[in-house]
Each structure stands twice: as C-alpha cells, then as structure tokens.
C-alpha cells in the first residue's frame, strides 16, 4: 500500500523538478563547463603554437635568403636565379625576389613550371612586398580548410639601402592535419566523457535520491501513525545523521503517543467511575417510590461529592493541558519563604482538621526566578499532598535552604509513605500508591504530574523519596536567582 501511494506521489513530480533530474543536470552542468574548456583551450594553445613555429621557421628562411642576395650588392634577374637556385626551394609553395621598385626578379612558380605564365620583370602588386620594400619584416598567416596558409616578406639590405625584397608563401596541409586529429581525439575523449557522465551521474543520484526517498516513505508511514517505524542509516554523512534524527524523533513521537494514549485512557477512566456513581445514584432516585427524605439527601449529597471530585479532576485536566501548550507567564525574583507562607496558612485549616501539625524553617535569602502563581501551586499541591496522606497526629515539616547555586524547598511528613519500586511513579498522571485511599481524600492522581510540569517549566527539578522510619520527603530545586533592586517581594 505504502509502495503505490508513494509511486503515485513521485509520479507526480514534473520530470525536471525532480531531485534525482536535478542531481543529474548538475553534474552534466559542471562536466558541460569542463568539456568546453577541453575542447578550445588545448586548440587554442596549439595552434598559437603551430602558428609561433611557422613564424620563427617562415623568419628563418627569409633570413637565408636575404643574407644570400645581400652579397650581390646589386641585384639582377640572372644572378638571383643563381643564388636562389643553389638555395633551392627549401620545401616551400612560392618564393618571390623583387628590386627595390617591386619589379619581379626571380619567381619560383615560374622556375618550376615552364608552361606557367612568366611573371619576371612584372611588379609585385602584394602588401607584404610593399611592407618589405619599406624596411618591414612581414608575418601572416591563418588556417583555413584543414590548411595553414602562411605568407612572409623580408628587406634585402645592402650597407643600409634596402636593394630588393624577398616575399615567401606556404601552403601547410600536414600541420593541419595534425591540428585536426587533435581536435578529432578531444571530440572522441568528450563523447566518452559524456557517456560515463552520464552513467555515473544517474548512479550517484539513484543512490543519493533513493536514500532521500526512504527518509520520505518513512516520514510517510509515521504520519500515517506508525511511530514504530525506523530506518536503518547507512554511511556517516549528512543522510545518516539525518536518519539518526529521524529514529530519534520518531521514539519520541511514540513514547508521547504512549503516555497520551495512556493519558486519554486514564483520563476516561478516571471520569467514567464518577459519572457512573452519579447516573447510579440519580437512577435510583428516580426509580424509588417510596424513598425517604433522609435516603434521598444522602444519595443527593454524594451525588455532590461526585460532582465535586469531576470538577476536581476537570480543573487539573485544564492545567496540565496548560502547562503543555501555554508558554511560560512573565517571570521575576520571588522569596520562596513568602510564597510558602501563604500556601500553609491557606493549608492550616485542613491541617486542623486532619489533626496534622505544620512545622516552617526558612532560610534567608531563598531567592528564586518564577511566577508567583506556579511557586504558589507547587508549594499548595506539596503540602496538602502532605496533609491528604498523614495520619492523625502526624506532622508536616516544610523548609528552604540554599545549597550553592540551588533552592532547596523541602516538604516532610510522617505519612503513609511511597513503596521503594513505587517512587519512579509517583508523577506520572493519574498514578496512585494507594487508590482507595487517595479517592477516600479526594485525590486526582494529577497533583505531581503538574508540580513536575511546572517545575520543569521554569528550570528546576523535583525528586520523592522515602522518610525514615516513615514518611515521605519531595524535594524541589530552583537555581538561585539574585535579586536586584525592588524585586524579591511576595
């Protein structure tokens, strides 16, 4: 079930929003950037370089040439055959030597082929000959075609006069086809880059979205209120840790669910045997023919008590459902001595009753961060919890002290006590030690759950335990809190 839903939720996802199509696009971008680079830089630099050594090569030969027909002193077409016939061609297209007015004095096209119109003693009507003939060095050339076509002119200099020209042409084919097969090879590296790329980029992002995807079934299937639901990490990264987080999360989820399953399951039930007495009470009323008045009162006055003990339970409901959704009230320096005071005088008339003697030692100084409401509600819960569960006679002895950084409020009595197995308990709501007991005083078996709350709200603990040789202790810790100026007041 949770298979198809999550294929019909993935079959959702447009195609490029995808997160797996993202990973993959990202890394093809950034491989996209390095194929770019590989196919222009090294192309760029090799044929700078190529075009760099047909310059100094095209430079060398001129120089040749011009150191040959500079010795001539002056030059005429005879003697520039013969010097430019015991150069030879040196592997080049064409080669031009022109008199200082550019008139074409030996041509090796000519030279070569007979049958080719003779342009000896015709002017050489080329830019880089007129350059020349100005005293320029002259370098030119370009790739076209898979071929570099290459064209320098020289000077040809005679103690300071510039007596002629030398002007070269070449046609490169091999250096081209060199420059093509490196292109060709990049072309053929790319392709196959691309190709891995592609596979590898599609496995990296199946692996990483395929994790992805189990976070989000599993975040899934606890939403749809299976928080027994765990992942299993794999790896140390940032996935794991996040699966880690996930279990984490997911305890605490059903250990709330737990504790608020047992909570409504409580609550129900602790609300159920009061309306119950009241329906059975109110039912035999109304039954009864001939009840008497004094029967009546007395099933009307428990229905009271009944009644009573709902709206008990009700108010501490209320209560913990604040302490769990409302935040903290505005805070400030209390003296815990006189907020306990008032709880016991308000307690002094139960105690009375009880026939439970309260006995106050307070230290100075007891100063602490909280509100006068919830210190007042700690304090009162404490000391009549106290009271409900003495014996007649017993005592009650409450204190403060200051331990170091700590306020200590401490609440003794010589009660029934807590069992040993029994004391982890005792704040857990709607727990009980003794129920017939606890029901016979009135208790909701929600009075520590909120001391507990409230402490933990404002920073502090609260600890039971046993009283030797009988008794309880409930000790509560507040950090101590400096007074300043004006505050520390009841």
Known sequence: ???????????????????????????????????????????????????????????????????????????TSEQVVRVMTMLDSMGLERILVTDPAGLILYDSDTQADTTTDQTTGKYALVQEVVLALEGNDVFHTNFEKDTFFSTAAAPIVYRGMTIGAIYIYDEDSTQGALLLSLQQNLRTISIVLILIALVIAFLFSKILTARIGALLGAIRIVGEGEYGHRLQPEGKDELAYLAHEFNHLTDRLQTTEEVRRRFVSDASHELKTPLASIRLLSESILQSDYMDLETVRDFVSDIGEESERLTRITEHLLALTRLDSLPVGETQVIDCACVIQRAVNMLTPVADAAQVTLETNFCKGGTIRCTQDDFHQISYNLIENAIKYNYPGGKVMISTQQQGDQVIFQVEDTGVGIPEEELPKVFNRFYRVDKARSRAAGGTGLGLSIVRDTVRRHGGWVTAQQRQPEGSIFMVGFPYEVPEVGEGGT
């Open 1 to 75: 079930m949770y298979t198809n839903t999550g294929l019909k939720e993935q079959q959702k996802i447009p195609f490029f929003s995808r997160l797996q199509v993202k990973y993959a696009m990202s890394y093809l971008a950034i491989l996209a950037v390095v194929l770019v680079l590989l196919n222009s830089y090294p192309l760029i630099v090799s044929q700078d370089l190529l075009f760099s050594s047909k310059q100094d090569s095209l430079k060398s030969q001129t120089a040749v040439m011009s150191s040959a027909l500079m010795e001539l002193e002056q030059l």
